[in-house]
């Protein structure tokens, strides 16, 4: 329950920072960059969707620390 809920939050903050850079009509990031940065966010958010939650807790917290 709670992974996908969380997994759901993670996913709406993306999509949210995705129509506000639209909206702001910035400056499109080149592939070179925007390429890697989707593959780390996207694995990111399966430790969110797969690892029980206390264990997703513990390596979000030692990955951010």
Same mark, same amino acid.
């Given at each position: /329950?709670? %992974?996908?809920?969380?997994? /759901?939050?993670?996913? /709406?903050?993306?999509? &949210? $920072?995705?129509?506000?850079? *639209?909206?702001?009509?910035?400056?499109?990031?080149?592939?070179? $960059?925007?390429?890697?940065?989707?593959?780390? &966010?996207?694995?990111? /958010?399966?430790?969110?969707?797969? &690892?029980?939650? %206390? $264990?997703? *807790?513990?390596?979000?917290? *030692?990955?951010?620390?």
């Amino acid at each position: /329950g709670w %992974n996908f809920m969380l997994w /759901g939050m993670y996913h /709406g903050v993306f999509i &949210a $920072i995705y129509h506000l850079y *639209k909206y702001l009509k910035l400056p499109e990031i080149p592939r070179i $960059i925007s390429i890697p940065l989707t593959f780390i &966010a996207v694995t990111i /958010g399966w430790i969110f969707f797969m &690892a029980p939650w %206390n $264990i997703s *807790k513990e390596i979000i917290i *030692k990955l951010f620390l």
